[in-house]
């Protein structure tokens, strides 16, 4: 029998060479099991001797430590600091077709680090749905609307407080005579056809407001301006509202998500620039949608003399935005007194019955629609890239029936479908009821303005549809862009990116809701 070479079949010479290296590898293995026994051993005598510390503070009525980082608080020249749409950063941006007026966040360097104080003598807010007639003067310490807008009845002071009688610049009369006369014009606003509004230069909300109570959600919208905190006066009032302008940047909105828009003598130049402004309103108004406009140059004949303008210029401004429009193939729907409407087409068919040279052009197909963070505005028609059959005003389910219907673009996006959505309107119901044990005030008029910071199909807001809140659903701008879903269902949002600063004033919500967000940005 042949002799065995060795162990594992080495021979003498080749095993005397290994066993040194085997020695050093077990050396090693050997200190560093060591070290790492001295270092658990470490690590659980500190935490046993935390545990036994914190039990023996238990014991003794003492509440254990926790380490606690404070924020200073900020100068009070700052208790109305919006930091993307800062006033004072306004000098170094293009004052060109208001740009300077759009979001441009500080950088790193320049970030506040420092709990912004409230005004003196803040109260807490007037609560719904008084607050929408009535806020206290010291939450919003601005008299420029109350004076230079005295004679249209905006809004007055009276004493402590600041009373909304529902005025505005082609409503003096009221804003509920106004909408009662648009009514006449869309009956579509009386039987839930219509119900997601956006007013651009929305003043102090008063229209949004109102609509309220006949079952219409307006986004408010409206710029930092020489007006002083109309989107603050709205938001103290419970009306939902954001800061924003169209200018060169398009809307935080999806394509075809309001059902209405409106201008009240917004004095938004809706012809220039290759009617880029009109065209961004069309991009985010749905197919069949309408486009109401009243205030210059609407009814011209009687009211220019009052706009410090020509009875000339009106008339040409009014010819060359019906002209716009008639190649943006919309159709005027109604027109009388201070009040025009136009309806947007409902389908594409109009759009390739016009010749080549006709402009505005489509926008090229390898523009998204729905894109719209930090997206330029372009002189283009922005048409959906998929074909839709119920996206339409009269196509969607009328409200409130659409609220839980899965709508055609709720698995369009990554990760969504119709079971997904399903299932999120049946667990938020659940989870709502949970949470109001452990907050009672949510659903008592304690609570009105309702963030949810981190949606997907606006479940939270879907769930409290039955009380006095109302919510603004934010989608981030690095997450599958749900937001056209939220709006199919008759709900209102935006997008945000929350490594800056949300486009309101400090003091606005009342409840924030957070779910899921740090996970998902943990990577930023």
């Known amino acids: 029998m042949k002799e065995v070479e060795g162990i594992f079949g080495l021979s003498s010479e080749k095993k005397s060479k290994i066993v040194p290296l085997a020695l050093v590898l077990l050396a090693l293995c050997s200190v560093s099991f060591y070290l790492g026994g001295i270092f658990c051993s470490s690590k659980d005598a500190e935490l046993l001797e935390s545990s036994i510390q914190e039990a023996d503070l238990k014991v003794a009525g003492c509440p254990s430590q926790t380490r606690v980082t404070d924020f200073k608080e900020c100068n009070i020249t700052f208790q109305d600091l919006t930091p993307c749409m ?80 529902g005025g505005g610049t082609m409503f003096p009369n009221g804003v509920g005579e106004y909408l009662d006369q648009m009514e006449k014009l869309i009956p579509a606003m009386k039987d839930g056809s219509i119900r997601t509004a956006l007013d651009t230069g929305c003043g102090v ?63 938004i130049p809706w012809t220039d620039h290759g009617g880029a402004n009109l065209l961004e309103v069309d991009r985010v108004l749905r197919p069949g949608g309408f486009w109401v406009l009243s205030g210059p140059p609407i009814n011209y004949e009687v009211n220019w003399k009052g706009w410090a303008s020509t009875e000339e210029k009106q008339r040409t401004d009014l010819e060359k935005l019906q002209g716009l429009l008639e190649r943006m193939c919309y159709k005027q729907y109604a027109m009388e007194g201070d009040i025009a409407v136009w309806q947007k087409p409902i389908d594409s068919t109009c759009y390739y019955e016009r010749s080549q040279e006709t402009v505005p052009p489509l926008c090229d197909d390898s523009i998204d629609p729905d894109a719209a963070w930090y997206v330029p505005m ?15 005003v009269g196509q969607t389910p009328k409200w409130p029936e659409r609220l839980k219907e899965a709508p055609e673009r709720s698995h369009v996006f990554s990760g969504g479908s119709e079971g997904a959505f399903r299932k999120d309107t049946r667990t938020w119901e659940i989870i709502l009821k949970q949470y109001k044990t452990l907050l009672p005030d949510l659903g008592s008029s304690k609570i009105r303005n309702v963030m949810d910071m981190n949606t997907k199909y606006g479940g939270l807001a879907t769930a409290l549809i039955d009380d006095p809140v109302w919510v603004m659903n934010v989608v981030s701008s690095y997450a599958a862009n749900s937001l056209g879903t939220i709006y199919d269902r008759g709900l209102i949002g935006t997008l945000n990116d929350w490594c800056e600063a949300f486009s309101t004033y400090p003091r606005t919500y009342d409840l924030l809701h957070v779910e899921g967000l740090f996970t998902a940005e943990s990577h930023r």
């Open 86 to 165: 800062d006033p004072r950063r306004w000098r170094k941006y293009d004052k060109n077709r208001m740009a300077f007026r759009e979001r441009h966040c500080p950088p790193s360097s320049e970030r506040m680090e420092c709990l912004i104080p409230p005004p003196e003598g803040y109260k807490i807010p007037v609560r719904w749905p008084r607050s929408r007639d009535e806020c206290w003067y010291r939450n919003v310490p601005y008299d420029w609307i109350n004076t230079a807008k005295a004679n249209q009845r905006w809004m007055q002071k009276q004493g402590e407080k600041f009373i909304f009688p």
């Open 205 to 267: 909300a008063s229209w949004g407001g109102a609509l309220l109570d006949r079952g219409i959600l307006t986004m408010s919208l409206a710029p930092r301006d020489n007006h002083e905190a109309q989107v603050q006066f709205a938001l103290e009032r419970g009306i939902p509202a954001i800061l924003g302008v169209i200018a060169t940047q398009r809307l935080p909105f999806p394509a075809a998500a309001f059902d209405i828009a409106h201008c009240s003598r917004c004095l």
């Open 378 to 392: 372009r002189p283009c028609i922005a048409k959906l890239a998929i074909s839709f059959s119920h996206i339409g």
